[in-house]
């Protein structure tokens, strides 16, 4: 090959990494054309998470790690980020949240919870069966089960607003799902924390609570506590 066609090759590469570059890091077009589309192909996943490696790796552990506990915090990522003996000293706490996990796969691990025999479990979660493109009803309708399971091993339970994130298209089905979770815990008798009204007042998730939009900082956690011990039902915690 000829200097000259090797220069033109070089070239040609080279406009080719810059683009792709700016695409990525600057998000010019087509980086609007391709988000959308990416995000279809992910959508479209519909195994179950409870079939993930993730999960079942988690729950072999969790299955070894069988004690009595006052309570259980149960959720996702977002659950399992937080210090929760730290943040409720006086109570012995197990946190089992699973990064990913989603109303589905809680309810497929409500054994290993309830042979932790716990007075108390609290819920969080929801985030991940919207990302996943589920419907309000069907999270919810898995929400009910949940709670009936636990309250029929007399367990209480605690609803836990399902939190906001930085994105609008799933702030409305997060809170058209927080709707029918006050609902259910007002009809229940049961005490609905609502974290939103602390962490997010504004309706969003902002940089300053979370770093991604959907995780919280580790400052959150505070708000988090504070807002569990001023519910009512709640001032033991």
Known sequence: MSIKNKLHVFIVISVFFICGVAVGHYKILPFDFLQPVKSKE????????????????HEILFSQLIDNYDVVFLGDSITNSGRWSE????????????????????SKRLDNIIRL??????????????SRGEEVDSIFE??????????????NVVIQSTLLSDRDNWNIKVNALNEKLLSLAMKSNIPYVDINKSISPTGELTKEVSHDGIHLRPASYLKWRDAIKKTQGLEDF
């Open 87 to 106: 943040l409720f000293p006086d109570h012995t706490v197990a946190n089992r949240g699973i990064p990913g996990d989603t109303s589905e796969g809680i």
């Open 117 to 130: 025999n716990p007075k108390t479990v609290f819920l969080m979660f929801g985030i991940n069966d919207i």
């Open 142 to 155: 898995n929400y009910q089960k949940i709670v009936s399971t636990l309250e029929k091993n007399k367990i």
């Open 42 to 57: 992910t959508l479209s996943i519909k195994e179950p998470f409870s079939s993930s490696e993730r999960f079942k790796t």
